[in-house]
Nanobody, 124 residues
Framework: QVQLVESGGGLVQAGGSLRLSCAAS????????????MGWFRQAPGKEREFVAR????????NVADSVKGRVTISRDNAKNTVSLQMNSLKIEDTAVYYC?????????????WGQGTQVTVSS
């Protein structure tokens, strides 16, 4: 069984910060988490899910969506099987459910594994 569990969401005022975390567990990750690229996506009410950031297996490559560039940092800890998303200067339009994803291919458009999501709400 493969599990990605997000945490760290919540209610924050505009301009504030949140740090989301995603913990990976299960057979696919237990001995090979470092072999997976990890990503963060989000879906706002009434909108399609959109890409936020991705990080390569080693952490040496990252890619961040233009909509959050300069405000978001993705990182990973392969020893702990976790990936994090530090979000600063949050805007109301950042309100969404944030999902963690994993895949063996960094440049994939079809991520193999998904978490259940964590709600981020930014208030004025």
């Amino acid at each position: 069984q493969v599990q990605l569990v997000e945490s760290g969401g919540g209610l924050v005022q505009a301009g504030g910060s949140l740090r989301l975390s995603c913990a990976a567990s299960g057979r696919a990750f237990s001995s090979y988490f470092s072999g997976y690229a990890m990503g963060w996506f989000r879906q706002a009410p009434g909108k399609e899910r959109e890409f936020v950031a991705r990080i390569s297996w080693s952490g040496g490559r990252t890619n961040v969506a233009d909509s959050v560039k300069g405000r978001v940092t993705i990182s990973r800890d392969n020893a702990k099987n976790t990936v994090s998303l530090q979000m600063n200067s949050l805007k109301i339009e950042d309100t969404a459910v944030y999902y963690c994803a994993a895949d063996s291919t960094y440049s994939t458009d079809a991520w193999a594994y998904w978490g259940q999501g964590t709600q981020v709400t930014v208030s004025s």
